[in-house]
């Protein structure tokens, strides 16, 4: 019995692969992500975390993939995908090119106030791609999708929410622990 369900388990990942493979894969614009751990990862004990995300940057889509590598998560806490657009004073990942321009400011001033807007431009931009949900065995998946192209972000981020995302949490990310760069 305990085989049979083990199988069926198997089974049924393999499925959910393979219609996430059929969604997220082929047709062109799926850029390949590689997932690698944060310094900051070790905090947590997700060091050994691996995983892969695939984006596809004109339709709109995320779909990510990441093993804990042997570990639980903390107490407490939750697993939430990013994309990240860096801001003029850096941002995560290194090397990605922030996006930040006045041209989408033609009609008045964001926020209503020049000095928050000057501060929102320096700090990084991270789009929520939702909670990675537990499939079992230290395995998570989080899947996204919307009805905008995905051009400005140049990185795909896991944060850990030590709030786990309760009522009136801070919706801003938590501790990036895995990140890759969208090529
Ligand atoms: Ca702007
Ligand atoms: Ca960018
Ligand atoms: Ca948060």
């Known amino acids: ?4 369900q083990t199988v069926m388990s198997v089974l049924s990942l393999l499925i959910v692969l393979g ?5 997220f894969a ?15 990862a070790a905090n947590a004990g ?11 940057v004109d339709r709109g889509t995320v779909f990510i993939d990441l093993d ?3 570990a639980d998560l903390p107490a407490g806490t939750a697993l939430e995908g990013w994309v990240v657009d860096p801001g003029l004073q850096g941002g995560p990942g290194g090397p990605g090119l922030s996006s930040v321009s006045d041209a989408d400011e033609i009609f008045g ?6 000095n928050i807007d000057a501060l929102v431009d320096d700090a990084a931009y991270a789009l929520s791609t939702g909670l990675l949900v537990r499939l079992g065995n230290g395995h998570y998946q989080g899947r996204f999708a919307i009805d905008n192209n995905l051009s400005p ?6 944060t850990l929410e030590s709030d786990a995302n ?3 949490y801070d919706p801003r990310p938590g501790t990036p622990v895995i990140v890759g760069l969208i090529p």
């Open 1 to 4: 019995m305990r085989t049979r």
């Open 68 to 70: 804990l590598g042997g």
């Open 166 to 168: 309760g009522h009136n």
């Open 26 to 40: 082929g047709k062109g614009g799926t850029v390949v992500v590689p997932l690698s751990p944060t310094p900051l």
């Open 109 to 114: 001033t964001p926020f209503g106030d020049a």
């Open 153 to 158: 972000y140049d990185a795909v981020v896991i």
């Open 19 to 23: 219609i996430a493979g059929t969604v």
């Open 46 to 56: 997700l060091q050994d975390s691996t995983g892969t995300a695939w984006v596809q």
